[in-house]
């Protein structure tokens, strides 16, 4: 997965810190691929809240292959580590579901584990998903990210404004405050989880979207200026390696034309009988 040596791939970020663009879906492939990994993460722990590799696996793996803002409070990193945990747990819930037999007991459902995992591995986890506790149901939305999706349809709506009035809905709180809801939103996509917004994804909080202190106007100017920062990064690295291969070329096109001089200089000396003097020959090797 890793670039070549020296090179980091940008991953360039929305108003919300969320990735976009064409390395969003290359992020989204590659937290598949580390997530889905059981050297990485053991398939056998109960909890990704105790998994303690997932420092590691960020800085070691992650960070070697994509060039990470981590200027935003560590929502970034939050959003990564959040992606990898949804495809370890996804990976481990699809091979309980394609391996384990209810017709067939403990020990024979050890030795049909699937490739990739050891037999005590897929013993622990057989037994830890065979508590009565630990049911667990798994939801996914494709691999394309919610916000990819909502950049490439802005992209081609030009950021259309909403048709239609937005319903609000007002309820009033025990401490006699009042609170207001997007009425049509609720309908559509039911109410709203809390510190989550409908129809944006995971990352970005509702504060941070609707003007509350932890995304002042301040920040969304520092956000932007990251964004800015980054892409002039790309631009000067294109630049240096358009320079380079000029040089290659130019040192390349220097060498044939040597090679042609020399050439020439041998058969003209042979024309008239005789050989190059060694030092000649000496200073015309030396230059290779």
């Not at 997932?54 to 990564?80: A, C, H, R, W």
């Not at 630990?134 to 494709?142: A, F, M, P, S, W």
């Amino acid at each position: 997965m890793k670039p070549s040596a020296g090179t980091k791939i940008i991953l360039p970020l929305n108003q919300y810190g969320q990735p976009i663009g064409d390395a969003s879906a290359l992020l989204s492939g590659v937290l598949g691929a580390v997530g889905s990994n059981f050297d990485n993460f053991p398939i056998f722990e109960e909890s990704w809240k105790v998994m303690s590799t997932k420092e590691s696996v960020y800085n070691d793996i992650v960070k070697e292959i994509f060039y990470l803002d981590e200027d935003q409070g560590g929502s970034l990193k939050k959003l990564i580590l959040k992606g990898l945990g949804k495809s370890w747990k996804e990976a481990r819930n699809r091979l309980w579901h394609e391996y384990y037999d209810s017709r067939k007991n403990l020990e024979q459902n050890v030795l049909k584990h699937p490739g990739g995992v050891n037999a005590d591995d897929w013993r622990r986890f057989l037994m830890y998903r065979l508590r009565p506790d630990t049911k667990q149901y798994t939801h996914t939305g494709g691999s394309k990210r919610l916000a990819r999706r909502i950049d490439e349809e802005s992209q081609q709506q030009g950021r259309a404004v909403s048709r239609g009035k937005v319903w609000m809905m007002t309820h009033k709180k025990n401490d006699g405050s009042y609170i207001h809801e997007d009425a049509r939103a609720i309908c559509v996509f039911g109410k709203e989880h809390s510190g989550r917004v409908h129809g944006i994804g995971s990352g970005p909080i509702p504060s941070q979207l609707f003007g509350s202190n932890s995304q002042q106007p301040g920040e969304r100017a520092q956000s932007q200026e990251t964004l800015r920062v980054l892409e002039k990064l790309q631009a000067e690295l294109t630049a240096e390696k358009l320079k380079r291969q000029a040089v290659e070329h130019e040192v390349a096109s220097e060498k044939v034309r040597r090679q042609k001089m020399e050439n020439a200089l041998r058969c003209l000396i042979q024309q008239q009988g005789g050989n190059l003097p060694a030092d000649i020959i000496a200073g015309m090797d030396s230059l290779d």
